[in-house]
């Protein structure tokens, strides 16, 4: 089984954000992220191949790996996942939900693209 790896980039991948912007993003990405066997973590001069084999180049990503969340901050399908659970694992492909990914754009200071790769 391969592991599901989320990556977070600048739509504008040449976007240079703050240390500040990179702080306030990443604190907020940990939030999001409840469990996860490929910790959350800040990739500097990103670089990395998606699924169709592109590689994709940024600035500053977000990443993590196997992750679990909540309907919080995720867009979650009602078949997946049993109601009343505290968590959930995030399946391959999951978007963040429209709250969530505005106020991440907002900490990170563009609009962000969310990439997931099987690993």
């Not at 909540?70 to 109601?83: A, F, I, N, P, Q």
């Not at 505290?86 to 399946?91: A, H, L, S």
Request: hydrophobic share 35%.
């Amino acid at each position: 089984m391969s592991e599901n790896i989320l990556y977070i980039v600048p739509i504008d991948r040449d976007y240079q954000a703050t240390a500040e912007h990179v702080e306030n993003a990443f604190s907020y990405f940990e939030e999001m992220i409840i469990e996860a066997e490929h910790e959350p973590c800040v990739w500097e001069n990103a670089s990395f191949s998606n699924d169709d084999n592109q590689v994709i180049v940024a600035n500053t990503a977000l990443t993590a790996g196997w992750i679990s969340g909540s309907e919080e901050h995720w867009k979650l399908d009602d078949e997946e996942y049993e109601e009343g659970e505290e968590y959930y694992e995030i399946m391959y492909g999951t978007q963040l939900n429209d709250k969530a990914q505005q106020k991440l754009e907002q900490l990170f200071g563009t609009e962000l693209e969310l990439i997931w790769v099987r690993n």
